[in-house]
């Protein structure tokens, strides 16, 4: 099979490759999917440039753990009436070397989940770390009937999902962006206000359209840019859900946060503890069948442009980045 591969981290360029490999065989409990897309996340593009470090080095890996096909294949033990299914698959590369950006991916039977029908394999190679992240976050907040969240990086694409769902769930949404293009998208996915956090006060703005009392909770992909606001930007009591950080240090302040009872949250989703990932499946599931949700804006790319792809992702995408396989 053909697939990209890096043996050593680093910039995009130097490192990945397109390589033929053996095609895996699944094994006891796996199936094989056939790709018919892959998902690269911002989690993907810093494990290649070792930007994040996972703890393991393998001598070489397939990238990207998000990824949707057809399972074409069956491991002993497993239920016969998986062949042939519509799935989309998560954790492809979570401590395992060869993850979804290939034309063929063996794992648990878990890990490939049914779905639903009509919802395109675009969509499914989206759901894995961003629709499951912000499915989780919101659930995270609590009751949100009434109340008022941020979402940090609404136009992203755990932010795209975030803010459908925590409207869904009944919060007023005020999304957090940096450009009028980043507005244009929040708004679209159901951001009630969007606020440009590189021209205006957002502390200010939220005070004010909260009648003075703050948001109660943010949704967070960067505690370490934004840590040091959360005192003023949330209510007493609020809460800040982090599933993300531009550093690897996250520091608050010590009296606004005591003061102000501030909850903080960190969570990765690909750790989910077996009856939140569980829960979490089964409600996006529920989501994806009623055809709730709008998906992110793809971009697509071959196989063979890996590269531009990937470095597409660490520009920032504005769109859902994908490999056609």
Not at 63 to 72: K, L, N, R
Not at 211 to 234: K, V
Not at 245 to 259: H, K, L, Q
Request: charged residues 15%; aromatic residues 8%; glycine residues 12%.
């Amino acid at each position: 099979m053909r697939a990209a591969t890096y043996k050593t981290t680093g910039p995009a360029a130097e490192v990945l490759r397109i390589e033929e490999l053996p095609t895996p065989q699944p094994g006891p409990g796996e199936v094989r999917v056939r790709l018919a897309f892959s998902g690269a996340n911002p989690s993907d593009v810093k494990s290649r440039s070792g930007a994040s470090n996972r703890g393991w080095n393998f001598p070489v890996t397939v990238p990207h753990s998000d990824g949707a096909g057809v399972i074409d294949a069956l491991g002993a033990g497993v239920d016969g009436a998986l062949a042939g299914r519509r799935v989309w698959v998560y954790n492809g590369q979570w401590e395992r070397p060869f993850g979804t950006a290939a034309e063929y991916i063996a794992l648990p039977a878990a890990q490939a989940v049914p779905l639903p029908a009509g919802v395109s394999f675009e969509a499914g190679a989206s759901i894995g770390i961003p629709l499951m992240t912000a499915f989780h976050a919101v659930a995270a907040c609590g009751s949100l009937i009434g109340r008022t969240v941020i979402v940090a990086g609404a136009a992203g694409s755990v932010g795209h999902y975030a803010t459908q769902l925590a409207r869904i769930a009944g919060a007023r949404v005020i999304a957090l962006i940096s450009s009028p293009a980043k507005a244009a998208i929040a708004r679209a996915a159901g951001a009630h206000e969007t606020l440009n956090y590189r021209e205006e006060d957002v502390a200010s703005r939220v005070k004010a359209l909260t009648g003075g009392r703050g948001a109660s909770c943010i949704i967070d992909l960067d505690g370490a840019g934004n840590g040091r606001h959360y005192a003023a930007w949330l209510e007493f009591g609020g809460k800040a859900v982090i599933y993300g950080s531009n550093a690897r240090d996250v520091s608050v302040p010590f009296g606004p946060m005591i003061t102000n009872f501030v909850t903080m949250y960190f969570f990765i989703v690909y750790r989910l503890p077996a009856q939140q990932m569980r829960e979490t499946i089964a409600g996006v599931t529920q989501l994806l069948e009623a055809g709730l949700l709008t998906h992110p804006e793809p971009a697509l790319y071959r196989l063979d442009e890996i590269v531009a792809a990937h470095e597409r992702v660490e520009a920032g995408a504005n769109a859902k980045v994908l490999i056609q396989l």
